[in-house]
């Protein structure tokens, strides 16, 4: 594949997301999330304070069919700012699109929409991976605290 050719399918990816956030806070105004320039260093999606509020994320975007997860996080760590959290978006041709963030993240996040005080029910769905995430990391913290998953003594 030329390199224009790979270059355009990260840029629809990163205008995707940007749109995305957009569509999600109809309160935001034009140009709260932008797509960067392909090149250009740091972020992907630039986010105005407003938009950070509402979507603490620094954003790393590839559309690739191969993808080295760890290198792409650890370029998402780099150019996350302070107040963010990094965020690895990818897809490929003919693929959903996937977020990648880190478990304690994603644990805070179900932990906020179960607690955000609203008398509204959440979805049953939502519910059932509250309760087995809560379940998975109170039984992985007391396997690490009894030291089953210690891996010093290897």
Same mark, same amino acid.
């Given at each position: 594949?030329?390199?224009?050719? *790979? @270059?355009? @399918?990260? %840029?629809? $990816?990163?205008?995707?997301?940007? @749109? !995305?956030?957009? /569509? ?14 392909? &090149?250009?260093?740091?972020?992907? =999606? %630039? ?14 975007? @590839?559309?690739?069919?191969? =993808?080295?997860? #760890? &290198? *792409? $996080? ?10 963010? !959290?990094?965020? +690895? ?8 699109? #996937?977020?990648?963030?880190? #478990? /304690? +993240?994603? =644990? /805070? +996040?179900? %932990?906020?929409?179960? *607690? ?8 049953? %769905?939502?519910?059932?991976? =509250?309760?087995? +995430? ?7 913290? !007391? ?5 089953? *998953? /210690?891996?010093?003594?290897?």
């Amino acid at each position: 594949m030329r390199p224009q050719s *790979c @270059k355009s @399918k990260g %840029r629809r $990816l990163q205008q995707s997301v940007a @749109k !995305s956030i957009m /569509d999600a806070f109809p309160e935001l105004g034009d140009g709260d999330a932008v797509s960067t320039s392909m &090149g250009a260093g740091g972020e992907d =999606i %630039r986010m105005s304070p407003a938009a950070r509020e509402r979507v603490p994320l620094s954003i790393e975007c @590839k559309n690739v069919e191969k =993808i080295n997860i #760890w &290198g *792409c $996080l650890e370029q998402a760590t780099k150019n996350t700012p302070h107040g963010a !959290s990094p965020c +690895l978006v990818f897809t490929r041709n003919h693929s959903p699109v #996937w977020a990648v963030v880190s #478990w /304690d +993240l994603l =644990i /805070d +996040l179900f %932990r906020r929409v179960r *607690c955000s005080g609203e008398n509204e029910p959440l979805p049953p %769905r939502l519910e059932q991976l =509250i309760l087995e +995430l809560s379940t998975f990391t109170k039984r992985t913290r !007391s396997e690490e605290d009894d030291g089953v *998953c /210690d891996t010093t003594s290897m």
